[in-house]
């Protein structure tokens, strides 16, 4: 039937405006993301990011195999393109930046008073880390801590009765050690207490992080 026909019914709005394979599954990605940077931003859960991208290029995978061959799929490999780039990031940042690709996003605070509360580990993947050990009664020996953000801050304040030893390592930034500063990129910076391979309680802390800040004090 001819486009002059009189008699052609209508095209509704309906019509016109039905969305594409592409919009339905960014508005998909979209909301998968947002739900899951709600989750950290709130510290319900912590969001294991590499598998989120991989879940996000499975349904951009799935969206592009549904979809007709007649149907323009531009958008969606595009989308899948940048997926699995960030994915490869993602899985080789540890390589490449000097924090570990690990832990939430937002504010942690750290205030443990014992040596049982004592974590070997803290870290963070985008926000501000603060970890304050001045309440814990170090045992005797050396106790190793390591404190990471991959994106952001990381303060760490350490007891006065007890002798540090600090490994720092930043991709870019600034790092600050007991009021030292250094800046710039690659910036490696170390500080040792006198004496303490004697000492009888010894705090072993290894600081990294990809871009942002790191101090001890």
Not at 60 to 75: K, P
Not at 155 to 182: K, R, W
Request: charged residues 20%.
């Amino acid at each position: 039937m001819s486009d002059d026909d009189p008699f052609a019914a209508p095209r509704t709005g309906q019509e016109r405006s039905r969305p594409s394979p592409t919009q339905i599954t960014l508005g998909a990605v979209l909301i998968l993301i947002g739900g899951a940077w709600l989750l950290a931003v709130l510290d319900v859960a912590e969001v294991p990011w590499r598998g989120l991208l991989a879940a996000v290029l499975i349904v951009v995978g799935l969206a592009v195999a549904a979809t007709s061959t007649g149907e323009r799929q531009g958008g969606l490999v595009a989308i899948g393109v940048i997926i699995t780039v960030l994915l490869a990031l993602a899985s080789t940042a540890e390589g490449v930046l000097d924090a570990p690709f690990a832990g939430g996003i937002g504010g942690r605070d750290y205030r443990p008073h014992t040596v049982t509360d004592l974590q070997s580990e803290y870290r963070l993947l985008i926000g501000d880390l603060d970890v304050d050990l001045r309440s814990v009664a170090f045992p005797e020996g050396e106790t190793g801590v390591e404190v990471s953000v991959m994106i952001g801050q990381a303060v760490v304040h350490v007891p006065d009765d007890v002798t540090v030893t600090v490994n720092a390592s930043l991709t870019g930034g600034e790092v600050v050690l007991f009021g030292e500063l250094q800046n710039g990129f690659a910036v490696e910076a170390t500080h040792t207490d006198t004496g303490y391979a004697a000492a009888t309680r010894r705090l072993r802390l290894d600081v990294t992080g990809g871009f942002g800040r790191l101090e001890v004090e």
